[in-house]
């Protein structure tokens, strides 16, 4: 059953709490724009960061995750007009204001090439149209945009503005937002702006429910499950700290991010062939084929354990497969040369590249690490799947932190040692965290730089996050203000997700 996108005229429907603060800010940005635009805005369209708990990379392989929302969000008021452009203005004068018109057949001109803030907006503007067949005469659009989520430290900053286009787009257009067109949208509309990515960002912004996390499975299809987070007395809570190093995924998408999928999507391609069962219509057909539908498929039909409670089906299959892409992949550390990869595919190394998506995500690398990312692939998402377990297992006991926090512990270690994604100073800001009281501390989002989050006490929250202010911050960046430094490292719990906003 699809859900639409809520509206909402009271900001205690999104917020849990602060409300004075964020209706300040809903106020503020309706003053900017009735000062720019001379009008009142029809609505204010709101996507949400978010922070992944743990299941780091593995959402393009298929694998589940286990992201929450966060409180932090991108705000769009919008207005509809009766022409084709569109007028994008930000209420930080850092961002210039931009204009373009509609352009049929081609919607928008969006130039990956040149970094500007407005090309997440074009991207929004463009996948919007098109999923909802508006590609003739849209209607034109005043907006004004205002973003609380951090740039460039794996909060999701550029999907939430993402969202918020494709919502802002479609609701001015008069079209009923369902939640799951608007991530399906989301995803690919962000692709536009030369990332690859595999829909966890999206889906945690527009769907994620109030007080729980979300376990997110995308094979076969999407399903989002709420999960709430133990009982525990103290209560459990999470820091996010930013490491202060950013992390453009665009900017080093061949080297980082459309390079690990790239080689995620090789290995699968290799390790079907290796089962046997790459011409199987389910491999055959995949586009792309991930490691999760080599996993199905290899256990599809009568297996011994099909029943098997889920988290016992899960286990074994994931052990399988670890030792399956052992044997292949093992005597193979130090990488595939491409020619080997498609030596082995008896395929070309133009093909295969296309096959993968290479000539729409151009990546750089001599040798394809696939061992050492099928490794992080299979055992990150037991992990996750751990992960749910003890949160629904109704274990409040002192044993829930110690084992929520191992897992997290282990998903850093794989992130570092396994898919290379880390950096010297989130290795360091983990260890201090660890010693600071931190039951598991990781990377989130994509990595090399970008924020950590870790899992701690509640009634811990302010001392822990004053050691770390003290033995990483004033170390490393002592020019940040008393401000920054609340904006780089603070507490959360799980948010809401994307909503319209209209006025009463």
């Known amino acids: 059953m699809a859900h639409s996108i809520p509206t909402v005229t009271a900001l205690d429907e999104v917020y849990a709490d602060s409300l004075l603060l964020h209706g300040a800010r809903y106020q ?19 996507a949400p960061g978010r922070v992944n708990i743990i299941g780091e990379h593995i959402d393009y392989c298929g694998f589940p995750v286990f992201p929450m ?17 569109v007028r994008l203005a930000n209420v930080n004068s850092k961002y210039a204001a931009r204009e373009f018109g509609f352009q ?9 090439s040149v970094h500007d803030w407005s090309n997440y907006f074009k991207c929004g503007y463009r996948g919007a149209l098109e999923a909802i067949g508006a590609t003739t005469s849209p209607v034109g659009m005043q907006c004004l945009m205002d973003g609380s989520v951090p740039i460039s430290v794996g909060l999701s900053s550029s999907s ?5 286009a494709v919502m802002a787009t479609m609701k001015a257009n008069g079209r009923v937002l369902s939640q799951e067109r608007v991530v399906e949208t989301s995803v690919t509309s962000e692709r536009y702006i030369g990332t690859n990515g595999g829909g966890m960002d999206q889906t945690t912004s527009i769907m994620s429910q109030p007080q729980s996390a979300a376990f997110i499975e995308f094979s076969p299809m999407l399903r989002v499950t709420p999960v709430k987070l133990p009982s525990t007395t103290p209560p459990i809570a999470f820091v996010i700290a930013n490491t202060m190093v950013e992390s453009d995924k665009v900017a080093m ?13 090789i290995g699968a391609l290799m390790l079907a062939k290796h089962l046997n069962i790459l011409e199987h219509s389910a491999c055959a057909n995949a586009d792309p084929l991930t490691f999760k539908t080599v996993m199905d498929e290899y256990f599809a039909g009568s297996y011994p354990g099909d029943r098997d409670p889920a988290v016992l089906k899960w286990t074994k299959r994931l052990a399988a497969m670890l030792e399956k892409a052992g044997a292949l992949f093992g005597k193979h550390s130090q990488g595939f040369t491409p020619s080997e990869c498609a030596d082995y ?3 070309s190394v133009d093909s295969l590249m296309r096959r993968v998506d290479v000539d729409r995500f151009p990546v750089r690398a001599e040798r394809f ?25 109704g274990n409040t006991s002192d044993e829930c932190f110690s084992a929520l926090g191992s897992l997290m512990n282990q998903s850093q270690d794989s992130c570092r040692d396994l898919f290379e994604c880390s950096c010297p100073e989130l290795d360091e800001l ?75």
Request: some cysteine; hydrophobic content about 45%; proline content about 3%.
């Open 28 to 46: 503020s940005l309706t003053e900017a724009f009735i000062e720019m635009y001379g009008a009142m805005p029809d609505f204010i369209a709101r």
């Open 69 to 85: 929302a966060i409180v932090p969000d991108c705000l769009i008021a919008v207005k509809a007009v009766d022409e084709s452009v």
């Open 104 to 112: 049929p057949g081609n919607i928008v001109e969006i130039d990956a």
């Open 160 to 164: 939430a503005f993402v969202c918020c």
């Open 253 to 265: 998408a061949a080297t980082n991010y459309n390079l690990r999928v790239v080689e995620t999507r």
């Open 345 to 347: 595919l008896h395929t």
């Open 369 to 393: 690490k696939i061992l050492q990312r099928a490794q992080h692939a299979f055992s990150e998402a037991l992990r996750v799947v751990k992960f749910r377990q003890i949160c629904e297992s």
């Open 430 to 504: 983990c260890d201090i965290a660890r010693k600071a009281g931190s039951f598991g501390s990781r990377l989130t989002g994509a990595g090399w730089g970008g924020c950590s989050v870790h899992l701690v006490r509640q009634d811990c929250c302010d001392r822990f996050i004053a050691t770390l202010k003290q033995k990483y911050y004033s170390q490393r960046f002592p020019e940040l203000s008393d401000v920054d430094l609340d904006h780089a490292v603070f507490a959360t719990l799980p948010g809401s997700g994307a909503a319209i906003y209209t006025f009463a």
